[in-house]
């Protein structure tokens, strides 16, 4: 009998995941839509790892200047996917990283300075975000 019901529920199982799968689409680009993330023209929050994606495409960012909203105490995480190499610089809290053409780089650290903050892509003074961070 215990055997009959592990039959029976793996297919289950298998179709509950895969119809949750279908309930989400995605584009060109592998932004996964739908039910398990939101998308905002090319930036990505994924229900998985909650991380905004700022999507640079010619030196510019995808959707306009993303704004990212932070309470003092957060911790602040982006990446940057870029098709142009530059240095990604975080204002006010002084952070700079490189991102190399047709590459990704990620930012993480506590948001412990609060105002408003312009996230650029430094050598070519272009703003990709503005960070926020509200008391």
């Given at each position: 009998?215990?055997?009959l ?5 793996l ?5 509950v995941a895969i119809g949750?799968?279908a309930?989400?689409?995605s584009?060109?680009e ?5 039910t ?6 090319e930036?990505?929050?994924t ?11 010619s ?17 602040v995480r982006?990446?940057v996917r ?8 975080v204002?006010g809290y002084?952070l700079?990283k ?7 780089v990620?930012?993480?650290f506590?948001?412990d300075?609060?105002?408003?903050f312009?996230?650029?892509l430094e ?13």
């Amino acid at each position: 009998m215990k055997n009959l019901i592990r039959m029976l529920a793996l297919p289950a199982i298998a179709l509950v995941a895969i119809g949750g799968l279908a309930a989400c689409g995605s584009d060109d680009e592998g932004t996964v839509t739908g039910t398990a993330a939101t998308t905002t023209a090319e930036r990505t929050i994924t229900a998985e790892a909650s991380v905004p994606t700022i999507v640079v495409r010619s030196a510019g960012p995808v959707g306009g200047v993303e704004e990212l909203d932070y309470t003092s105490g957060d911790t602040v995480r982006f990446r940057v996917r870029s098709d142009v190499a530059d240095h990604v610089h975080v204002h006010g809290y002084d952070l700079m990283k490189d991102v190399a053409a047709g590459g990704t780089v990620a930012f993480a650290f506590p948001a412990d300075i609060e105002g408003v903050f312009e996230v650029e892509l430094e050598e070519r003074a272009v703003q990709i975000a503005e960070l926020q961070v509200n008391p």
